[in-house]
């Protein structure tokens, strides 16, 4: 029983490179998300995908796209990375179901950019 | 969404009750409030949601105030391993077709004590 996965689960990256995030969930839910938590602080919603074909940003798009490649897949593209994107990045699921949804969340990508 | 207020640490000792409270004096009629932890960094652990009337579960309690605008998480007998964040999230469970937004404070750092 997987849950949320989350690939790698750490990363170094010299500024300016790319690289992908990414995030596979096995419980058929509609709506993925990616969030940033900086060190001492709360996490910060970059984008979600409310359903397969659809993405919207969130509190902290700049300097990230996502791709939901399926259902199962959500990705989180940095095309040329910084130091300020140095952070550890969480992938969650959920399922609309009227009010009550639940999120589920993966382990976390940590980051570096040098 | 509503914001939502706590305070930034707690003490417990193990054994004794864990009341976290939460403020959340803007919460409108439609708005749910959920609790999530969040282990040492691992990813947030959904514990308990709730819209007016008091909840329970296997992890916790949740009593919501009958104004709504505020509301205690109850840990019934706090263990070490509870030492976590948690955070009080007031959101819409789902709009139509989008997804679940959750957007997180600074949340409580709960420290239990043998």
């Known amino acids: 029983n997987a849950g949320v996965t989350q690939t790698p689960k750490f990363q170094v990256l010299k500024t300016g490179q790319s690289m992908t995030l990414q995030c596979a969930q096995d419980?058929?839910?509609?709506?993925m998300y990616w969030y940033r938590q900086d060190p001492g602080m709360g996490l910060r919603l970059i984008y979600y995908?409310?359903?397969?074909?659809?993405?919207d940003k969130g509190e902290v798009p700049n300097g990230y796209n996502v791709s939901r490649l399926n259902k199962r897949e959500f990705s989180l593209r940095l095309e040329s990375a910084a130091p300020s994107q140095t952070s550890v990045y969480f992938c969650?699921?959920?399922?609309?179901?009227?009010?009550?949804?639940?999120?589920?969340f993966g382990q976390g990508t940590r980051l570096t950019v040098v | 969404d509503a914001k939502t207020t706590q305070p930034p640490s707690m003490d417990c000792a193990e054994g004794r009750a864990a009341n976290l409270p939460c403020n959340h004096s803007?919460?409108?009629?439609?708005?749910?409030v959920y609790w999530y932890r969040q282990i040492h960094s691992q990813g947030p652990q959904y514990i308990i949601h709730?819209?007016?009337n008091n909840e329970t579960n296997e992890m916790a309690s949740l009593i919501i105030t009958e104004d709504r605008k505020s509301s205690t998480l109850i840990l019934p007998h706090a263990t070490l391993r509870d030492t976590a964040v948690y955070y009080c999230?007031?959101?819409?469970?789902?709009?139509?077709?989008?997804?679940?937004?959750?957007?997180f404070g600074g949340g409580t750092r709960l420290m239990v004590k043998p």
């Open positions: 999230i007031v959101s819409l469970g789902s709009k139509g077709n989008a997804g679940n937004m959750l957007t």
């Open positions: 995908s409310a359903s397969e074909g659809t993405t």
């Open positions: 803007t919460i409108s009629g439609n708005e749910y």
């Open positions: 969650a699921s959920s399922e609309v179901r009227g009010f009550n949804t639940e999120a589920f």
């Open positions: 709730g819209l007016k």
């Open positions: 419980m058929n839910h509609n709506s």
